[in-house]
């Protein structure tokens, strides 16, 4: 009896964690974060790479996948550098209060961080974002992210 109920216990409290990583991480059941990109990919090389399975990072419980065993080094030695803003969720989406999935391939690196947006056929995100103050719009994002993470 005791072992059911530290059973249910533990099946709570995980999917409590798990909700958790959702609401302040764009990700889906799979906890893969940037849909499979590599974050160093974004931030060292200013473009959009898929990473490979055979170089995978889990940091805070979400996977991270890199194109080479280097960025995946790279990754570990500081991965909070690496972290998408706004968990990686739609930095325009983020600045009007709104949380949307992204294309992995639309993303601005300003500052020393990297930003992903919407993309589909009735709205470009990434456009909206250029055409507006970076620093105004960053500090409405800033804003709105520290009530929608939670």
């Given amino acids: 009896m005791k072992s059911l109920l530290l059973a249910a216990t533990l099946l709570i409290a995980s999917l409590g964690y798990s909700q958790n990583l959702k609401e302040s991480n764009n990700i889906d059941d799979s906890k893969i974060a940037l849909q499979g990109y590599s974050p160093v990919s974004y931030l060292d090389l200013g473009i959009a790479q898929r990473g490979l399975k055979e170089y995978k990072a889990t940091h805070n419980g979400i996977a991270y996948y890199f194109t ?8 570990e030695a500081s991965p909070e550098k690496y972290l ?16 949307f999935r992204v294309d992995p391939t639309k993303f601005v690196v300003k500052d ?3 930003y992903l947006f919407l ?13 507006e103050n970076h620093q105004q719009v960053k500090k409405k994002a800033d804003a709105n992210w520290k009530k929608l993470s939670k």
């Fill in 119 to 131: 993309y589909d056929v009735e709205v470009d995100a990434q456009q909206l974002w250029l055409a």
């Fill in 68 to 75: 080479s065993d280097a960025q995946k080094k790279t990754f």
């Fill in 84 to 99: 998408p803003q706004y968990g990686g969720y739609c930095a325009f989406g983020v600045s009007v209060g709104a949380k």
């Fill in 112 to 114: 020393g961080k990297y």
